[in-house]
């Protein structure tokens, strides 16, 4: 599924394909969308990575920035818990013949269940 860069993204056919695909696949188990450009081709390989002073410190500038972002639109009490994860992907690269030297970063949004 793609989305044209500033395209509004259609949250509802993503759901959708979401729960198909991890319906369908048994060792999926898990969909991520990622903003940008268009992925060419899968990706293969990973970012080495290490538990190591430098990984932790991104991390905690990642969940810094996505905690930031939701106190800015007022956006915390609507959200239970968000855990932020560093993903060893690099998918912004110029060929897919360079190496993987960076993160991506996903945000878990649970929303409070409701009775």
């Not at 319906?23 to 990973?46: A, Q, Y």
Request: some cysteine.
């Amino acid at each position: 599924f793609s989305c044209e860069t500033g395209a509004q993204v259609k949250w509802d056919v993503l759901s959708h394909l979401t729960k198909l695909v991890t319906m369908l696949c048994p060792n999926v188990n898990r969909c991520c969308f990622v903003f940008g450009d268009k992925i060419e081709g899968p990706v293969r390989d990973i970012t080495p990575t290490l538990l190591n002073p430098g990984a932790i410190s991104r991390l905690r500038e990642a969940d810094a920035a996505a905690m930031d972002m939701l106190r800015q639109h007022d956006a915390l009490k609507l959200v239970s818990q968000m855990p932020v994860v560093l993903l060893p992907l690099h998918f912004d690269r110029a060929s897919r013949h360079d190496p993987s030297t960076k993160h991506s970063v996903v945000l878990r949004p649970s929303l409070p269940r409701t009775s």
